[in-house]
Every structure is written in structure tokens, then in C-alpha cells.
């Protein structure tokens, strides 16, 4: 395939190899399965039923599982599958055909100033990291970046993000850990305003996701920015660990139930064997997935590619050489 590369898409091609290299755990993932199982084998029923089995385990759950192996058994019965290799490519084409509709990158459009991104998620699951990978990717771009230190609960939390604004030249906006995450927020908000600033990222607290607490906290952060700015926020983007397994599943909807998400950031792809609950999220939620990370420094990031990704899922390490 000739292409042009640009700077750009220079970048896009070292974070690619990077993600295939990070995502398969040697022999863990499908590719390195399936070209074992079954090299030399007829494609048959009993063998999509293996494969049914390894789609289970790698996460990738029961529906996208479903839709995936019925499109490979109509190739099989039009006898378009006669090796391994060419299964593994339908496979690849399936998982595609489900990620793509998810692959929608934000557009940080300039005529909201600010931009207002609310980033919520579980503890843990990587929300200040995020925050602080874009930060850096806005800051390359030139984009002025405020960062609002929503997550009170903790002082840790709020030292951990003034950390990524020093990395990044980002300003923040804190108060001390207990105050009113709102009226910190508020607060960067009108500071964000003021100052002409293009982009405001507010981080906020997780704990539990079924603390009806957090879900009332997140939901009074909207109201204060909407009375400010109607149109804001311009976009709720949920932090999932993808580790979670089908757990992620239950948070995004809670999330999205109580203060309703518009874009997802998946992390700890670097962490997990799992790779898999990506196309289960896709499936399920059907909700733009924006970013990746694949790891914790700020180059571990990046705008989510289904192509890209399925490639890196499907052909894993070993097929590389
Ligand atoms: N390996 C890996 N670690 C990550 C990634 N994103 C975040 N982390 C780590 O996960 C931990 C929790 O992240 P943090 O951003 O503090 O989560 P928060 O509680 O949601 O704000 C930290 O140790 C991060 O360095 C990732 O993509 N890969
Ligand atoms: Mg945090």
C-alpha cells in the first residue's frame, strides 16, 4: 500500500507499532492461537467453534462474538476459507466492519472558546493520565490548554495533575482537596474564558461508579458549566481501563445513564491480553471511541484508528517477523 507520509502521518505510524507490540502479549492473543491451532487444518464448522471459544476468552463477548462468527460461517460455506491465513484475514475484516463505526476522532472545534472537555470514570481507570496525554497532544498542536483540578477528594490528585500542567505548559485551576469540585470547575471556567483559552479540560473524582454521590457530584459539574455556557461540555469523555473486562460495559452505562457520555477513552491496552473488549465495547455501547493508551508517558496515546487497531488485534506480533 503506497502512501504519503507526512509528519503526521509519521507519528501515526510509530504509535501504530508501537500498539502492535504492546497490545499482543506474545501468546496471548489470537493470532499466535489461531495460526497454531490451525495450520494445516480444514476451516470448518468445528473449527469456528474453536475460534467461537477463543473470541470468549479474549473478551470480546457474547454479541460481537455472534455477529463475527456468522459472517465467517457464511465464508466458510461458500468454501472462501481453505486456510488459516485466509481466515485469519476474514476475522480481521469482521472485527473492522465493528470498530469502524466507533472510530469518529473529537473535533475541537474553535469556535467554542473554550472547548469544554469533562473527563469522568472509575478510580483508577487512567482520567488524570488522559488528561494529561492530551494536554501534551493540544499543546503540539499550539492549542491553549486550561486544566481544572476537579477531583478534590484527594490532594494527591490535585499535585498528580499540576504535574502534567508543568509537563504539558498547560495552566490549572485548583482549590484544596474537599473543596467543591463545581466551584473549581467554575471557577477554570470563567478563569478559561477570560483568558481567551481554546481548550478547558476538567478531571474529576471516581471512587465507586454506583455511588449515587459521584454520579449527583458529576451531574451538579455539568449544571454549573451549562450555566455558564449552554452548550457546554462539548464533550463527556469516560475513562475506561481496559482491564475491566465486561465490567467496563456496566460503567460506561451507568455513566452515560446519569450525565450522558459522548466519547470513550480506552487505556492500559499496553496491560492487558485482552485487547479484545475493545470490539465489545464497540459492539455494545456504539459510542465514539476517541482515544487509546497504551502505557503511561504521554507518547503512550493516541487518536483511535480501526484499522489500525484491528490489524494490530488480528495479526499480533508474530506475523510481523
Ligand atoms: N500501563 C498503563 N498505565 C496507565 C495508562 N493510563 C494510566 N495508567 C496508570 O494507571 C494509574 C491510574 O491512573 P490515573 O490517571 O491516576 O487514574 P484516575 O484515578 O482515573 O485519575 C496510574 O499509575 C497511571 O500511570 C495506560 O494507558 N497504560
Ligand atoms: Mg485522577
Not at 59 to 87: F, H, P, S
Not at 173 to 178: E, L, N, S
Given at each position: 500500500m503506497a502512501t504519503t507520509i507526512s509528519d503526521n502521518g509519521e507519528a501515526r505510524e510509530g504509535f501504530f507499532k508501537r500498539l502492535r507490540a504492546k497490545l499482543n502479549k506474545p501468546d496471548t492473543w489470537l493470532s499466535y492461537d489461531l495460526a497454531n491451532l490451525f495450520r494445516?487444518?480444514?476451516?470448518d464448522a468445528a473449527a469456528l467453534e474453536e475460534l467461537e471459544t477463543r473470541l470468549l476468552s479474549a473478551d470480546v463477548g457474547v454479541e460481537a462474538t455472534g455477529q463475527i462468527l456468522e459472517a465467517l460461517a457464511q465464508r466458510v460455506a461458500r468454501k472462501e476459507l481453505d486456510d488459516v491465513e485466509a481466515l485469519i484475514d476474514a476475522l480481521q475484516n469482521a472485527i473492522l466492519e465493528i470498530l469502524d463505526p466507533c472510530a469518529k476522532p473529537l473535533d475541537?472545534?474553535?469556535?467554542?472558546?473554550?472547548f469544554v472537555v469533562l473527563v469522568v470514570g472509575v478510580n483508577g481507570s487512567g482520567k488524570t493520565t488522559t488528561i494529561g496525554k492530551l494536554a501534551q497532544r493540544l499543546h503540539a498542536e499550539g492549542k491553549s490548554v486550561v486544566l481544572a483540578?476537579?477531583?478534590?477528594?484527594?490532594a494527591a490528585a490535585i499535585e498528580q495533575l499540576g504535574v502534567w500542567a508543568d509537563r504539558t505548559g498547560a495552566a490549572m485551576v485548583a482549590q484544596q482537596a474537599g473543596a467543591d469540585p463545581a466551584a473549581v470547575v467554575f471557577d477554570a471556567l470563567q478563569s478559561a474564558k477570560a483568558r481567551g483559552t481554546q481548550v478547558l479540560i476538567c478531571d474529576t473524582a471516581g471512587r465507586l461508579q454506583n455511588q449515587s454521590h459521584l454520579m449527583d457530584e458529576l451531574k451538579k459539574v455539568k449544571r454549573v458549566i451549562q450555566r455558564v455556557d449552554p452548550s457546554a461540555p462539548h464533550e463527556v469523555l469516560l475513562v475506561i481501563d481496559a482491564n475491566q473486562g465486561q465490567n467496563a460495559l456496566t460503567q460506561a452505562r451507568e455513566f452515560n445513564e446519569a450525565i450522558g457520555v459522548t466519547g470513550l477513552a480506552l487505556t492500559k491496552l499496553d496491560g492487558t491480553a485482552k485487547g479484545g473488549i475493545v470490539v465489545a465495547i464497540a459492539r455494545q455501547l456504539?459510542?465514539?471511541?476517541?482515544y487509546i493508551g497504551i502505557g503511561e508517558s504521554a507518547e503512550d496515546f493516541g487518536v483511535f484508528d480501526a484499522r489500525a487497531f484491528a490489524t494490530a488485534l488480528v495479526e499480533g506480533k508474530e506475523a510481523q517477523g
Amino acid at each position: 500500500m503506497a502512501t504519503t507520509i507526512s509528519d503526521n502521518g509519521e507519528a501515526r505510524e510509530g504509535f501504530f507499532k508501537r500498539l502492535r507490540a504492546k497490545l499482543n502479549k506474545p501468546d496471548t492473543w489470537l493470532s499466535y492461537d489461531l495460526a497454531n491451532l490451525f495450520r494445516g487444518r480444514a476451516i470448518d464448522a468445528a473449527a469456528l467453534e474453536e475460534l467461537e471459544t477463543r473470541l470468549l476468552s479474549a473478551d470480546v463477548g457474547v454479541e460481537a462474538t455472534g455477529q463475527i462468527l456468522e459472517a465467517l460461517a457464511q465464508r466458510v460455506a461458500r468454501k472462501e476459507l481453505d486456510d488459516v491465513e485466509a481466515l485469519i484475514d476474514a476475522l480481521q475484516n469482521a472485527i473492522l466492519e465493528i470498530l469502524d463505526p466507533c472510530a469518529k476522532p473529537l473535533d475541537i472545534s474553535a469556535s467554542r472558546k473554550p472547548f469544554v472537555v469533562l473527563v469522568v470514570g472509575v478510580n483508577g481507570s487512567g482520567k488524570t493520565t488522559t488528561i494529561g496525554k492530551l494536554a501534551q497532544r493540544l499543546h503540539a498542536e499550539g492549542k491553549s490548554v486550561v486544566l481544572a483540578a476537579g477531583d478534590t477528594f484527594r490532594a494527591a490528585a490535585i499535585e498528580q495533575l499540576g504535574v502534567w500542567a508543568d509537563r504539558t505548559g498547560a495552566a490549572m485551576v485548583a482549590q484544596q482537596a474537599g473543596a467543591d469540585p463545581a466551584a473549581v470547575v467554575f471557577d477554570a471556567l470563567q478563569s478559561a474564558k477570560a483568558r481567551g483559552t481554546q481548550v478547558l479540560i476538567c478531571d474529576t473524582a471516581g471512587r465507586l461508579q454506583n455511588q449515587s454521590h459521584l454520579m449527583d457530584e458529576l451531574k451538579k459539574v455539568k449544571r454549573v458549566i451549562q450555566r455558564v455556557d449552554p452548550s457546554a461540555p462539548h464533550e463527556v469523555l469516560l475513562v475506561i481501563d481496559a482491564n475491566q473486562g465486561q465490567n467496563a460495559l456496566t460503567q460506561a452505562r451507568e455513566f452515560n445513564e446519569a450525565i450522558g457520555v459522548t466519547g470513550l477513552a480506552l487505556t492500559k491496552l499496553d496491560g492487558t491480553a485482552k485487547g479484545g473488549i475493545v470490539v465489545a465495547i464497540a459492539r455494545q455501547l456504539r459510542l465514539p471511541i476517541r482515544y487509546i493508551g497504551i502505557g503511561e508517558s504521554a507518547e503512550d496515546f493516541g487518536v483511535f484508528d480501526a484499522r489500525a487497531f484491528a490489524t494490530a488485534l488480528v495479526e499480533g506480533k508474530e506475523a510481523q517477523g
